[in-house]
């Protein structure tokens, strides 16, 4: 039972180059969401997803774009790389909308751009 | 906007004694409060939601809405529960997406 699987783990970027995170479920989610978290902060949404073909904006969208194509997939992609985009990502499912839904986590992807 | 702050950054506690980590909440409807938990090496993980009103790993919280507050507590802490934990929010409604605001996040340290 995997959950939510991202890749890659770790990655170093050079300013201005782009990349694609990865982000995978197998719990047939259709809520799927985009975290970063910098350092001594909290995460924070970038974007989220409530289904196959739709998605919206959180709190941090700049700089990133995102595509929900199937329910199990939610890539995250950095067009131009730039310092600021340093940070964990994590990618989160859940089952349902709603406040009180458990979100379900990967384990993160370590991004630093150089 | 909603807000959740968590003041200590690191709380170290031994072994046996009680633990109550802080979180305060800003927000003007009416809130979904969850602590989550990363321990070493593992994913971020659901500890525990305030709507379930359950004992989690003897871990309890308890929505203040008079003080804005879901702290976190243990009557005895124990190794295992060194972690670092998060207090989140949740404003969504049925139907909308769960979008969590997270606090910064309070390392705990339980030693011998």
């Known amino acids: 039972n995997a959950g939510v699987t991202q890749t890659p783990k770790f990655r170093i970027l050079k300013i201005g180059q782009s990349m694609t995170l990865q982000c995978t479920q197998d719990?047939?989610?259709?809520?799927m969401y985009w975290y970063r978290q910098d350092p001594g902060m909290g995460l924070k949404l970038i974007y989220y997803?409530?289904?196959?073909?739709?998605?919206d904006k959180g709190e941090v969208p700049n700089g990133y774009n995102v595509s929900r194509s199937t329910t199990e997939d939610f890539p995250l992609r950095l067009e131009l790389a730039a310092p600021s985009q340093t940070s964990v990502y994590f990618c989160?499912?859940?089952?349902?909308?709603?406040?009180?839904?458990?979100?379900?986590f990967g384990q993160g992807t370590r991004l630093t751009v150089v | 906007a909603q807000r959740v702050t968590q003041p200590e950054k690191l709380l170290s506690v031994f072994k046996g004694a009680p633990v109550e980590l802080k979180c305060n909440y800003s927000?003007?409807?009416?809130?979904?409060l969850f602590w989550y938990v990363q321990y070493s090496r593992q994913r971020l993980q659901l500890l525990l939601r305030?709507?379930s009103r359950e004992s989690i790993k003897g871990f309890t919280a308890d929505l203040n809405k008079g003080e804005t507050s879901f702290h976190l507590k243990k009557p005895f802490a124990q190794e295992e529960d060194s972690a670092m934990y998060y207090c989140?929010?949740?404003?969504?409604?049925?139907?909308?997406?769960?979008?969590?605001?997270f606090g910064t996040g309070t390392r705990l340290q339980v030693t011998l």
């Open positions: 989160a499912s859940s089952i349902q909308g709603g406040g009180n839904t458990e979100a379900f």
């Open positions: 719990m047939n989610h259709n809520y």
């Open positions: 997803s409530v289904g196959a073909g739709i998605t």
């Open positions: 927000y003007s409807g009416s809130p979904e």
């Open positions: 305030h709507i």
């Open positions: 989140a929010l949740s404003g969504g409604n049925t139907g909308t997406a769960s979008k969590l605001t």
